[in-house]
């Protein structure tokens, strides 16, 4: 148990669906990121919020939409996905913004786009 | 080609036997992490270090900067031990850049 909670863990979304990924951190880190993990690729990094403010954007297809109300709670809205977008979706968080600071990650939601 | 290469890509061992992972990287960094990730998909911190050597029981970590090469070692491993092992190096202070991994099977 890391401290930071992902809902759901497992989500089968047609290429119409709206759906959006949830990540919750209890440990009061001020940074959260979204990773994408693909069989065989490593961890890229699509977006980052330090104190709730989107402090990178890693060109990211518009079809995925973050959003971060307050600093405890990270949101990733998904629309029109494609089947390439099926992938292990990892939200993590650290005490401050930086490569410097260990970050600690959720479980994951596994998401497959039919 | 990656920035950051893990080798091997596959380990499979039997309980007990030493065990090392390696990491080489192409990039200028100022400190590299070794990382632990489950079956479930979940990911754990093992290590931060940006010179010499870090033990944590039976894990112990080395890097050298300026052979731009890291090593994760295992003693006496034991099948809760399996699991894929990432490295990633801290660019430019605030980014990571993640290799893809090392898949470790420890066998009874």
């Known amino acids: 148990e890391t401290g930071v909670t992902q809902t759901p863990r497992h989500?089968?979304?047609?290429?119409?669906n709206k759906k959006s990924l949830k990540c919750e951190q209890h440990l009061g880190h001020n940074a959260m990121y979204w990773y994408k993990q693909s069989a065989k690729k490593p961890l890229e990094l699509m977006?980052?919020?330090?104190?709730?403010?989107?402090?990178?954007?890693?060109?990211?297809?518009?079809?995925?939409?973050?959003?971060?109300?307050?600093?405890?709670?990270?949101?990733?809205?998904?629309?029109?996905?494609?089947?390439?977008?099926?992938?292990?979706?990892?939200?993590?968080?650290?005490?401050?913004?930086?490569?410097?600071?260990?970050?600690?990650?959720?479980?994951g939601t596994r998401l497959t786009v039919t | 080609k990656n920035e950051v290469e893990q080798s091997p890509q596959n380990l499979t061992a039997q309980e007990g036997e030493f065990i090392t992972i390696n990491c080489s990287y192409s990039v200028g960094i100022s400190a590299l992490h070794w990382l632990q990730q489950h079956p479930g998909g979940g990911i754990v911190s093992l290590f931060m270090l940006s010179s010499g050597k870090k033990k944590h029981g039976r894990l112990i970590a080395t890097i050298n900067i300026q052979e731009k090469h890291s090593s994760l070692h295992i003693t006496a491993s034991h099948p809760r031990d399996s699991a894929v092992y990432i490295c990633a190096v801290v660019y430019n202070t605030d980014k990571l850049i993640f290799g893809t991994g090392t898949r470790l099977q420890v066998f009874p």
Do not use: K
């Open chain 1, 47 to 107: 977006f980052v919020y330090s104190l709730e403010e989107r402090v990178e954007n890693n060109s990211v297809p518009s079809r995925f939409s973050p959003e971060c109300p307050n600093s405890s709670h990270l949101f990733l809205h998904l629309h029109t996905l494609q089947p390439e977008d099926s992938a292990l979706y990892l939200c993590a968080s650290s005490r401050v913004r930086g490569g410097w600071h260990e970050q600690y990650f959720g479980p």
């Open chain 1, 11 to 16: 989500l089968v979304m047609g290429m119409t």
